[in-house]
T-cell receptor, first 109, second 114 residues
Framework: RKEVEQDPGPFNVPEGATVAFNCTYSNSASQSFFWYRQDCRKEPKLLMSVYSSGNEDGRFTAQLNRASQYISLLIRDSKLSDSATYLCVVAGGSYIPTFGRGTSLIVHP | NAGVTQTPKFRVLKTGQSMTLLCAQDMNHEYMYWYRQDPGMGLRLIHYSVGEGTTAKGEVPDGYNVSRLKKQNFLLGLESAAPSQTSVYFC?????????????FGPGTRLLVL
């Protein structure tokens, strides 16, 4: 089983829709969790960290469920500019990150 | 600040040739990483460094060597390139080890091995 697993998609949604991605991880000792965004042929950039209590940044909400070992990303009121690949990242005690393969989101008019 | 820069941006090699990819960061970061990204595979860690003069193997280190002689630079070497090493290579850095420490990525190097 891969350490960090994501549904590759693509998720194809209309503008204004709400979409959610999940990511599961296998190492129960994982301590740090992130969502990165990667545009086509560009470098990944941090979207948001994921905290135990959950956190929100504008239209984006991230949640962590340690018991079931998954993190989630919710995007409300999707924009065309949200089209990208969303990478789930998990780090354990050594803080060396492991990346999921990414979930592709396509927002259409 | 330039952040993380990578040289070159694009390169074509013939099988058996060697080359060095340079990563430089001006943020005084301790940790530096080299990843490769292939279609459908996500980012896979090749080697990383936790400080000047140190290196460690990642998930896919075979066929690559690295050096971190200066804190701001992390070099990735291919001694004898193979077509399987055709990929996009990303360098990243982070300030220090710790929870929720962000990685900053360079723009990538696209390598084609014929």
């Amino acid at each position: 089983r891969k350490e960090v697993e994501q549904d590759p998609g693509p998720f194809n949604v209309p503008e204004g829709a709400t979409v959610a991605f999940n990511c599961t991880y296998s190492n129960s000792a994982s301590q740090s969790f992130f969502w990165y965004r990667q545009d086509c042929r560009k470098e990944p950039k941090l979207l948001m960290s994921v905290y135990s209590s959950g956190n929100e940044d504008g239209r984006f909400t991230a949640q962590l469920n340690r018991a079931s070992q998954y993190i989630s990303l919710l995007i409300r009121d999707s924009k065309l500019s949200d089209s990208a690949t969303y990478l789930c990242v998990v780090a354990g005690g050594s803080y060396i990150p492991t990346f999921g393969r990414g979930t592709s989101l396509i927002v259409h008019p | 600040n330039a952040g993380v820069t990578q040289t070159p941006k694009f390169r074509v090699l013939k099988t058996g040739q060697s080359m060095t990819l340079l990563c430089a960061q001006d943020m005084n970061h301790e940790y530096m990483y080299w990843y490769r990204q292939d279609p459908g595979m996500g980012l896979r860690l090749i080697h990383y460094s936790v400080g000047e003069g140190t290196t460690a193997k990642g998930e896919v280190p075979d066929g690559y060597n690295v050096s971190r002689l200066k804190k701001q630079n992390f070099l990735l070497g291919l001694e004898s390139a193979a077509p399987s090493q055709t990929s996009v290579y990303f360098c990243a850095s982070s300030y220090r080890p710790g929870q929720q420490e962000t990685q900053y990525f360079g723009p990538g190097t696209r390598l084609l091995v014929l």
